[in-house]
């Protein structure tokens, strides 16, 4: 497994306050490293620009990368679970009230060194910026999901395409 660069000046850790409210975040598993034909991996750089915090993990039904749609059905697709950490609980106010949901995640299982891919549904290669695919420098996803409903700290949607526990950065309101 390839150890991933340490956090660059901007990063400040957390405090000894923070650290203790703090919930941990454990990969969802193993970092996909198969290579196809055709695709070429760069040397990552030795340090991040930025820190993020994680606001809680994506509960779904897939445990592997093939199993994952392509892309989330907001109006059929299973229900999924978006666990909140609890010091975010005062965001929540309103959500209830919001049909669609823009969620913001972390692939934390894809590759971020590769700069040409070959797709396995058709083959071709193509620059890393000219896919949709979760292996980027910077693994973020964005999907546009249907709210189900809320209970506390569980925030229920459908439309995801995500493995089951991926961490979440953040939710917006997506208006029509």
């Avoid at 923070?18 to 454990?26: G, P």
């Avoid at 999901?145 to 809320?150: I, M, T």
């Amino acid at each position: 497994m390839r150890s991933l660069p340490q956090a660059g000046p901007s990063y400040a850790p957390p405090s000894e306050e923070e650290e203790e409210t703090m919930v941990e975040i454990a990969p969802a598993g193993p970092i996909d490293d198969d290579m196809r034909p055709g695709e070429k991996a760069v040397a990552l750089p030795e340090r991040f620009d930025a820190g993020l915090y994680f606001i809680g993990r994506i509960r779904t039904p897939w445990t592997e990368r093939g199993s994952c749609p392509r892309r989330g059905d907001p109006e059929e697709g299973p229900v999924c679970t978006l666990e909140i950490d609890p010091r975010w609980a005062e965001a929540l106010t309103g959500i209830a009230d919001c049909q669609r949901l823009q969620v913001l995640y972390w692939m934390n299982r894809a590759r971020r060194d590769l700069v040409l891919q070959s797709p396995r549904h058709d083959g071709d290669t193509r620059g890393t910026f000219a896919l949709r695919s979760p292996v980027r420098p910077n693994p973020v996803a964005s999907s546009v999901v249907r709210l189900v409903g809320v209970d506390g700290l569980r925030v229920q949607v459908r439309g995801l395409d995500c493995l089951d526990g991926t961490p979440l950065i953040d939710l917006k309101v997506q208006h029509d």
